[in-house]
Structure formats: structure tokens, C-alpha cells
């Protein structure tokens, strides 16, 4: 639990600390100290990661909603859903995540809604520390971020962020070089 909420503040004893300082003031403020240290609980068991195994992604949200293959390299996608997000990741030949999708869950009319700068800048440190580098705009309703080997691009045409790590940008290029060798 402490590596998951450390993704979000780095010095989870300062917070902790803080919060119990607005309890012994009197009584005062309870129910919100309380409530933060709940949050600080429960803030990273929405965030899947590059790396991970399919049986923690499953630990992290239940049993398997749906698969299909991932058609820029063909392999598994296997999707969730955790509280109001639906999360597919793509497992690689290793048996490790190499891409992760986040978008809200459909409303009861089929409408999605976009995520919020918030959410991105969450699910975009969640998964790796250090500045998230603006490369480029995707078309007008997205952008596009690196961070070392990692890439992430946000398409508010279909509400979606995909981070994808440095093993799936490989898989990708060794794809559409094998598909050039074909034509060739």
C-alpha cells in the first residue's frame, strides 16, 4: 500500500503526520483527516503499470471484463473496470504490461467522458516519476507527452490516454518492419 500512495506524494509520513496534527488540534477537523488518510489508502489501486503481470493487474481489478488483440502489434488486450474507469492493457510476449488505455466508463447513454488535465497528469506520474515532456499535438481535441522510453498520447476524440513503454514502441517497429519485408 505504501508503494501505491508514494506514487502520489512522495513523503506519504509528512502527510500522514499533517493529518493527524489537524485531529490533535482540539478535535477539530476529524472526519476530514479521516477522510484523507482513506484517500491516501486507496489513491493508487486505480493505476495499473507498465511492468506488471496480468495475475497484479487482476489482483488490482478483479476478474477480466473482455480481450482482443491490440491491432498495431497483434497482441493480447486484456480489459477492466475500476470504479468509474474502463483500464485494457496489453501484455507482451514476457507476460508484462507494455501498454495501458484509461477512459471513464460509459454514462447510461453511451456518452464518455473526456478525462479531466487532473486525471491525466495522475495516471501519467502514477506510471513513471520525472517530467512528462509535451512532444507534440495529436490533431486538435489531443497531445502527446515522452518520458525516457515512455509515450503517451491523449485523443479527446474517443476520451482515451494510452501509455505505452519502451518494450511496445520495439514490438511496434519490429511489426511494420516485418510487414515491409512482406511487401517487399
Same mark, same amino acid.
Given at each position: 500500500?505504501?508503494t *501505491?500512495?508514494t506514487?502520489?506524494?512522495?513523503?506519504?509520513?509528512?502527510a500522514? &503526520?499533517?493529518?493527524?496534527r489537524?485531529v490533535?488540534r482540539?478535535?477539530r477537523? #476529524?472526519? %476530514?483527516?479521516?477522510?484523507?488518510?482513506a484517500? #491516501?489508502?486507496?489513491?493508487?489501486?486505480?493505476?495499473?503499470?507498465?511492468? !506488471?503481470?496480468?495475475?497484479? &493487474?487482476?489482483?488490482?481489478?478483479?476478474p477480466v471484463?473482455?480481450?482482443?488483440?491490440?491491432d498495431?502489434?497483434? #497482441?493480447?488486450?486484456? *480489459?477492466?473496470?475500476?470504479?468509474?474507469?474502463?483500464?485494457?492493457?496489453?501484455v @507482451?510476449? &514476457?507476460?508484462?504490461?507494455?501498454k495501458?488505455?484509461?477512459?471513464?466508463?460509459?454514462? =447510461? %447513454?453511451?456518452?464518455?467522458? !473526456?478525462?479531466?488535465n487532473?486525471?491525466?497528469?495522475?495516471? #501519467?506520474?502514477? !506510471?513513471?516519476? @520525472?517530467?512528462?515532456?509535451?512532444s507534440?499535438k495529436v490533431?486538435? =481535441?489531443?497531445?502527446?507527452?515522452?518520458?525516457?522510453g515512455?509515450?503517451?498520447?491523449y485523443?479527446?476524440?474517443? =476520451?482515451? %490516454?494510452?501509455?505505452?513503454?519502451?518494450?511496445? &514502441?520495439?514490438?511496434?517497429?519490429?511489426?511494420?518492419?516485418?510487414?515491409?519485408?512482406k511487401?517487399?
Amino acid at each position: 500500500m505504501r508503494t *501505491q500512495v508514494t506514487e502520489y506524494i512522495p513523503d506519504v509520513d509528512r502527510a500522514r &503526520s499533517e493529518a493527524f496534527r489537524v485531529v490533535r488540534r482540539r478535535g477539530r477537523g #476529524l472526519f %476530514l483527516a479521516i477522510t484523507a488518510i482513506a484517500a #491516501l489508502s486507496i489513491v493508487g489501486s486505480v493505476f495499473a503499470h507498465i511492468g !506488471e503481470t496480468l495475475e497484479q &493487474s487482476i489482483k488490482r481489478y478483479g476478474p477480466v471484463q473482455d480481450t482482443e488483440k491490440d491491432d498495431q502489434c497483434g #497482441l493480447p488486450v486484456y *480489459q477492466f473496470t475500476k470504479g468509474e474507469y474502463h483500464i485494457a492493457i496489453v501484455v @507482451g510476449e &514476457s507476460g508484462k504490461t507494455v501498454k495501458i488505455t484509461y477512459r471513464h466508463k460509459s454514462s =447510461s %447513454l453511451g456518452l464518455i467522458a !473526456e478525462l479531466s488535465n487532473v486525471e491525466i497528469t495522475k495516471f #501519467l506520474n502514477a !506510471e513513471k516519476s @520525472g517530467p512528462w515532456i509535451g512532444s507534440r499535438k495529436v490533431d486538435d =481535441s489531443g497531445a502527446a507527452w515522452v518520458n525516457g522510453g515512455f509515450n503517451a498520447e491523449y485523443t479527446a476524440r474517443n =476520451s482515451t %490516454l494510452s501509455i505505452a513503454g519502451p518494450d511496445y &514502441s520495439k514490438l511496434v517497429k519490429e511489426r511494420m518492419n516485418g510487414q515491409k519485408r512482406k511487401s517487399d
